[in-house]
Antibody, heavy 115, light 112 residues
């Protein structure tokens, strides 16, 4: 069974940090770009960050201004998102997604930034 | 950034009737390899998005054949030949050709 599982979400104060993790079973990450997509409450989808198969190339939403870092560990079939200096507008469900054409999605992990 | 514009925002449909969603991109989505990376996703209430169509017109495994995609260049369409109750949700187009990857704003399909 193909399964992608995110973890690490939670409630954090403005200015705080979180590290999201994603692991896959029945699905290989190493041969694909991997992306983080987020969905704010009641809103649409936006691609937050993406990383190439070997980790050599990353893309980030312009508005993040260097606060987030995406990384991967192909040996562990895992993806990560380090989020620093969190703001209220970062509140969202964060999805781990395989590929730049997004064929496999996780169930999402909720990040809430609030005092 | 490539802007993806979907219409309509809301689409009330009678069960068994067809539905059509339009998606337009601000730039051509033809990649250097000759492929057009335009994808369609369905998000049912309370669920994660699920890809339905990739590269304009290819259905993903398990997607009913009542769903079809078409288009080229900057103009694309998702059609549902006969809407069923399980099709209720929000549909998004997304381009995988240009960085950053961008989504349309979504079309909410509901039953009349």
């Amino acid at each position: 069974e193909v399964q992608v599982v995110e973890s690490g979400g939670g409630l954090v104060q403005p200015g705080g940090s979180l590290r999201l993790s994603c692991s896959g079973s029945g699905v290989t990450f190493s041969t694909s770009w991997m992306t983080w997509v987020r969905q704010a409450p009641g809103r649409g989808l936006e691609c937050v960050a993406a990383v190439k198969q070997d980790g050599s190339v990353n893309y980030y939403m312009d508005s993040l201004k260097g606060r987030f870092t995406i990384s991967r560990d192909n040996a562990k079939n895992s993806l990560y998102l380090q989020m620093n200096s969190l703001r209220a507008e970062d509140t969202a469900v964060y999805y781990c997604v395989r590929g730049r054409n997004m064929d496999v999605w996780g169930q999402g992990t909720t990040v809430t930034v609030s005092s | 950034d490539v802007v993806m514009t979907q219409s309509p925002l809301s689409l009330p449909v009678t069960l068994g009737q067809p539905a059509s969603i339009s998606c337009r991109s601000s730039q051509s989505l033809i990649y250097s390899d000759g492929n057009t990376y335009l994808n369609w996703f369905q998000q049912r209430p309370g669920q994660s998005p699920r890809r339905l169509i990739y590269r304009v017109s290819n259905r993903d495994s398990g997607v009913p054949d009542r769903f079809s995609g078409s288009g080229s260049g900057t103009d694309f369409t998702l059609k549902i030949s006969r809407v069923e109750a399980e099709d209720v949700g929000v549909y998004y187009c997304m381009q995988g050709t240009h960085w950053p990857l961008t989504f349309g704003g979504g079309t909410k399909v509901e039953i009349k």
